[in-house]
């Protein structure tokens, strides 16, 4: 919410209540700087080696489950109101590529079977991630030789992970494991095809055509 205050001092933010005749729920989904901050964190206790002295505490610590745990959290209210309340959702981050693609993939997940087959996943993926335009090249860095730009961040890993946090508690309910989501993320940085590459389907247009 304190986010959402500033960015609308400065002329974005979020549309007044009024405007909808119901008032905004604000989820408490950290920024892209606190998200990358907490990635690191969890990397330096991984690698090169764990320290299982204090391991759970300093898991903690890093506060990337309690991220993920916002983002479930998150999805599972917009499914209450859509499926059980019988209710439309307007959803929106600062921008729109960022948690608003995290929720609404998770959300769509939650509802309908068909994503979670194999096939479906990958049309979850193209259509609330890559037609959507979420900034695959600045989140991810390729291209980029700064390890320092700040507009790096793991949005798109936290979303998988997320996702896999959901095929522990519910196997059956998938059509895939694991095995399927690390090829996803292996790619993601691997470059070896163009899905992920670029910001936009715009930008990856032009670049198959140079």
């Keep these: 919410k304190i ?13 007044g209540g009024s405007r909808y005749q119901t008032e905004p729920i604000f989820l408490n989904i ?3 700087h606190v998200m990358r901050e907490s990635l690191r964190t969890l990397s330096d206790l991984c690698f090169p080696a764990v320290e299982s002295t204090h391991w759970l505490s300093n898991l903690e610590k890093t506060q990337w489950l309690e991220h993920v745990r916002l983002l479930l959290s998150g999805a599972s209210q917009i499914v209450d109101f859509m499926d059980d309340k019988q209710t439309s959702v307007l959803l929106h981050c600062s921008d729109g ?6 929720l609404c993939s998770l959300a769509m997940l939650f509802m309908d079977p068909f994503y979670r087959t194999t ?7 193209e259509k609330e991630w890559l037609a959507v335009g979420h900034k695959f090249a600045q989140r991810c860095g390729h291209g980029d030789a700064r390890s320092d730009n700040d507009q790096r961040a793991p949005i798109f890993v936290q979303f998988i992970d997320a996702v896999w946090q959901v095929t522990r508690q519910f196997p059956s309910a ?6 399927f989501l690390v090829v996803i993320l292996d790619h993601l940085y691997s470059c070896l095809f163009g899905t992920f590459l670029a910001n936009s389907d715009q930008e990856r247009t032009k670049q198959r055509g140079q």
């Design 3 to 15: 986010n959402a205050l500033a960015n609308k001092a400065r002329g974005g933010g979020y549309e």
């Design 30 to 32: 950290a920024n892209i």
């Design 97 to 102: 590529w960022d948690r608003t693609s995290q």
């Design 119 to 125: 096939g479906g996943f990958q049309v979850l993926v």
């Design 174 to 179: 998938f059509e895939f494991n694991e095995k």
